[in-house]
């Protein structure tokens, strides 16, 4: 998917949102600003954007990844703040392929002793 990602050309396919949907692009967009405004929320800006790195990581999303570690660093966030943030996100993204690898025997009944 990353083979797609053009950070300065992309944006000119929100036309289509734009045109299409534009009550719901702004009801979004609305949504986006507030939960990442600066100011007004417990959870800091720094962190907030490091939580939405290891999100992007952990569904490898090209675009969010890019965005959030930039955001991120811009709020203050260090180059092994963005390491632990990743190695987080790939801990949960294992233990979730761990934990979900149980179904393969549960569903085949393998090991059912």
């Keep these: 998917m990353s083979d797609f990602f053009d950070r300065e050309n992309d944006a000119k396919y929100d036309k289509a949102y ?23 929320r417990e959870i800091p800006l720094k962190y907030r954007e490091l939580i939405a ?11 969010c ?13 260090s180059e092994t ?18 934990v979900h690898g149980r179904l393969g025997f549960k569903f085949t009944g393998v090991h059912e002793h």
């Design 18 to 40: 734009k045109e299409t949907t534009p009550d719901i692009l702004k009801a979004f967009g609305g949504f986006n600003d507030a939960v990442f405004a600066e100011e007004g």
């Design 53 to 63: 790195y290891a999100v992007g990581l952990t569904t490898q999303c090209a675009y």
């Design 65 to 77: 990844i890019d965005a959030h570690s930039n955001a991120a660093v811009k709020a203050g966030a």
């Design 81 to 98: 703040e963005l390491a632990e943030t990743a190695w987080t996100a790939s801990a949960i993204r294992a233990g979730g392929a761990f």
